[in-house]
């Protein structure tokens, strides 16, 4: 079934299937951390992390029949801001706390080691606090997720090809599901119409949020990478160079 | 052939 033949209810259950397995770090925590092993730490399970974005990508209904540039770009425009909103999922019932991943819990505190990453911390913390606010369900996440996804690169590409615009407008139609999605998502919460309407525009305003965060995590890893604090490699670096170059 | 053109172009599984 094409996405846009779907209910919003097919399609939110595609995107919950397209979901990727947890993740552990699989290390040994030498503790306390110093600033490398910890950027060592948060890199190696990022990397790890990126190999199953691509395929989840894939799995979003209507992702693979957008060009390959325009499947590239998106992935390489919102790949931080994806690891983020995950680990702030996985964040939402441990106030205080990150958890990167089920074996890599921080605390705020433990920010004090890498140079600059406390603000991040920070910034993290405070947008999962909004979530925990909000009562952030499992179906708005992983629409959220798509739509970040979908949305990272409208504003700063203008198709010129005939190619180019079809996967245009393949991808604007592909949005429409995404918040249609959203939509039925929050209209199963037995809210009244208004308070539909107010909690669909927190939700996608807590979006700027994390792409702000996303920015300033960027700038620091390209940072402790030009300091040579920490080793980038093989796909992150790729992803990273993205945005750098 | 980048790493992230290779993953996005390999059959799933």
């Not at chain 1, 964040?91 to 819990?105: E, N, Q």
Request: net charge negative; glycine share 4%; aromatic share 6%.
């Amino acid at each position: 079934v094409h996405h846009s033949a779907m209910s919003p209810e097919e399609f939110i259950s595609r995107i919950m299937e397209a979901e990727p397995p947890e993740i552990y770090l699989m290390e040994d925590m030498n503790k306390p951390f110093t600033e490398s092993s910890m950027m060592m730490s948060l890199t190696n399970l990022a990397d790890k992390e990126l190999v199953l974005m691509i395929s989840w990508a894939k799995k979003i209904p209507g992702f693979v029949e957008l060009s390959l540039a325009d499947q590239i770009h998106l992935l390489k425009c919102c790949w931080l801001e994806i690891l983020m909103l995950g680990l702030m999922w996985r964040s939402v019932d441990h106030p205080g706390k990150l958890i990167f991943s089920p074996d890599f819990k921080l605390n705020r505190e433990e920010g004090q080691c890498v140079e600059g990453i406390m603000e991040i911390f920070d910034m993290l913390l405070a947008a999962t606090s909004r979530f925990r606010e909000l009562k952030l369900q499992r179906e708005e996440y992983v629409c959220l997720k798509a739509m970040i996804l979908l949305n990272s690169y409208l504003c700063t590409n203008s198709p010129e090809t005939a190619e180019e615009l079809e996967s245009r407008n393949k991808l604007l139609r592909l949005l429409d599901s995404v918040i249609d999605a959203l939509v039925w998502a929050i209209s199963k919460l037995g809210l009244t119409t208004q308070q539909q309407t107010l909690r669909l525009g927190h939700l996608t305003m807590l979006l700027s949020h994390i792409r702000h965060v996303s920015n300033k995590g960027m700038d620091h890893l390209s940072t402790m990478k030009r300091k040579n604090v920490v080793l980038v490699y093989d796909l992150l670096l790729e992803m990273l160079d993205a945005n750098t170059t | 052939h980048t790493k992230l053109l290779q993953l996005l172009t390999t059959k799933p599984e």
